[in-house]
């Protein structure tokens, strides 16, 4: 299990993993998580519950990324995700999906190749 913090404390994302990849050279380390759960957070409080065949977040920068078969599904709004890869920027409370990306707001469906949205899969948001 991996977390990161913000700097109040207040839990930004946690990951679990059946294994992890990595590699380093010189003063640089990188991994990628395989077969993840994942959780995304807001104000401390897990918004968003993922499943992807792989993960690597970016600390410095607050970012997620995700891919391989990505499902989420918001604990607001019970909205459905499923793309092929998601990348999320916590700073801005905004997930990027990308790859025959497919949400469901109740009845309503939407498909399509790259969709920008809340964290909380409330609204879809235009202009990126």
Not at 68 to 76: D, E, K, P, T, Y
Request: no cysteine; proline share 1%; aromatic share 6%.
């Amino acid at each position: 299990m991996l977390a990161q913090q913000d700097e109040q404390g207040n839990t930004l994302w946690k990951l679990q993993a059946k294994s992890l990849q990595g590699q380093s050279g010189g003063k640089q380390a990188e991994g990628t998580l395989i077969e993840v759960e994942g959780w995304l957070y807001r104000n401390g409080k897990p918004i968003l519950k993922f499943t992807a065949g792989y993960a690597r977040a970016h600390s410095e920068r607050r970012e997620l990324e995700a891919w391989g078969n990505v499902r989420a599904v918001s604990s607001i709004s019970q909205a459905r995700l499923q793309a092929e890869r998601i990348l999320w920027k916590a700073r801005e409370d905004r997930l990027i999906a990308t790859g025959g990306v497919i949400i469901q707001w109740g009845t309503l469906i939407l498909r399509d190749e790259r969709l920008t949205l809340d964290t909380a899969l409330q609204r879809a948001i235009g202009g990126d």
